[in-house]
């Protein structure tokens, strides 16, 4: 069977008017410009960087937290130790702390990872996430690592927009 090529062009480039349709302008405004620079944010309601990086980072409006692990922010101290929920918990604070001194909240969280040490810790940690956590839940990924510092067993990291 032999099929004629059909050519599709836009009616209003044949010079047909539509009701309610307009032939694109001839000028198209540039977008807002959106500040790209780097801000850190830091709090002392969060545990202190223990390496060369930002507690978070500010690039427009959207918040890059690094990964919290369950520090008492206060004594340094690993929180929960082998307790998945205590952890979790510690975990969860620290970040609501650092959303919070860059003036964010859960609500604004549009992704996350996580990182267990054990899958088998996964209901758990995640009965304690969803805690913190209201509908439309962030994108998320979850993985088992090795190791995490200070022989944690989960660690969260966030980003949130504006």
Do not use: K
Request: some cysteine; glycine content about 6%; hydrophobic content about 50%.
């Amino acid at each position: 069977m032999h099929r004629t090529p059909v050519l599709l062009v836009p009616l209003f480039l044949m010079g047909v008017a539509l009701t309610g349709c307009e032939a694109p302008p001839d000028e198209v405004s540039a977008p807002q410009e959106i500040s790209t620079e780097a801000q850190e944010i830091s709090t002392d309601a969060a545990p202190e960087a223990i390496g060369p990086y930002s507690q978070a980072v500010l690039a427009g409006n959207t918040l890059y937290l690094a990964g919290q692990i369950a520090l008492d922010p206060a004594t340094g101290d690993m929180v929960g130790e082998g307790d998945i929920e205590a952890e979790t918990h510690r975990v969860m604070q620290n970040l609501a702390a650092v959303l919070e001194a860059a003036g964010f909240d859960f609500g604004d969280v549009v992704q996350s990872q996580v990182f267990l040490v054990d899958l088998a810790d996964f209901q758990a940690m995640n009965a304690v996430y969803g805690e913190y956590l209201d509908a439309p839940y962030p994108a998320r990924a979850t993985v088992q690592v090795a190791a995490l510092p200070r022989d944690a067993r989960v660690e969260i990291q966030l980003v949130a927009v504006r």
